[in-house]
T-cell receptor, first 114, second 114 residues
Framework: SQTIHQWPATLVQPVGSPLSLECTVE??????LYWYRQAAGRGLQLLFY??????ISSEVPQNLSASRPQDRQFILSSKKLLLSDSGFYLC?????????????FGPGTRLTVL | GENVEQHPSTLSVQEGDSAVIKCTYS??????FPWYKQELGKGPQLIID?????GEKKDQRIAVTLNKTAKHFSLHITETQPEDSAVYFC?????????????FGTGTRLQVFP
């Protein structure tokens, strides 16, 4: 069966510090991968998606970047965090080969920038 | 691009009553509509989905209806229980299709009172 992991689960970082959040998927190959951000009490904002290794598409201009160094690994980064980067970050995957379009979410990382 | 509107933003019901959440979408080419349930501090979990070739789908106490002509779809929860309390998100599959991006509604906070 497929499993998606995110770490860390929670993170408190000072303004101006770097960021690295990791997402890995087990039990599938060639997934599409997605990073979302959810501000407190708000909806899901798509930040980045990737349809393959090294292929990253950005949805909104921002202080963050994403990379996909391996097939089942997706990393969200920042060189200098802003207060507005605080939020709940969710990774999701889909296996397009099945044609089912279903996205599955990870447990999330709660980031607080102080 | 695709836009999804969701109503109401909050919904309070008595245990045993029914709850209905409605969403409208803008892109008539959208063909996949999932519903997610998000409990506090967790990632969204898929609870039911529907594709554009069917008008209704049911899974125990949960049902989803789709009206392609009017471009709206609804989630129906019958015999609500306190554990149904959560935030519910609707979504529509955006184009281009090979990205499998989802556009989410803004969420409905459902509270079921015992």
């Amino acid at each position: 069966s497929q499993t998606i992991h995110q770490w860390p689960a929670t993170l408190v970082q000072p303004v101006g510090s770097p960021l690295s959040l990791e997402c890995t998927v087990e039990g599938t190959s060639n997934p599409n991968l997605y990073w979302y951000r959810q501000a407190a009490g708000r909806g899901l904002q798509l930040l980045f998606y990737s349809v393959g290794i090294g292929q990253i598409s950005s949805e909104v201009p921002q202080n963050l970047s994403a990379s996909r160094p391996q097939d089942r690994q997706f990393i969200l980064s920042s060189k200098k965090l802003l207060l507005s980067d605080s939020g709940f970050y969710l990774c999701a995957w889909i296996f397009p080969g099945l044609g089912l379009h279903t996205q599955y979410f990870g447990p999330g990382t709660r980031l607080t920038v102080l | 691009g695709e836009n999804v509107e969701q109503h109401p933003s909050t919904l309070s019901v008595q245990e045993g009553d029914s709850a209905v959440i409605k969403c409208t979408y803008s892109d008539s080419a959208s063909n996949y509509f999932p519903w997610y349930k998000q409990e506090l501090g967790k990632g969204p979990q898929l609870i039911i989905d529907i594709r554009s070739n069917v008008g209704e789908k049911k899974d125990q106490r949960i049902a989803v209806t789709l009206n392609k002509t009017a471009k709206h779809f609804s989630l129906h929860i019958t015999e609500t229980q306190p554990e149904d309390s959560a935030v519910y998100f609707c979504a529509a599959r955006a184009l281009p299709a090979n990205t499998d991006k989802l556009i989410f509604g803004t969420g409905t906070r459902l509270q079921v009172f015992p």
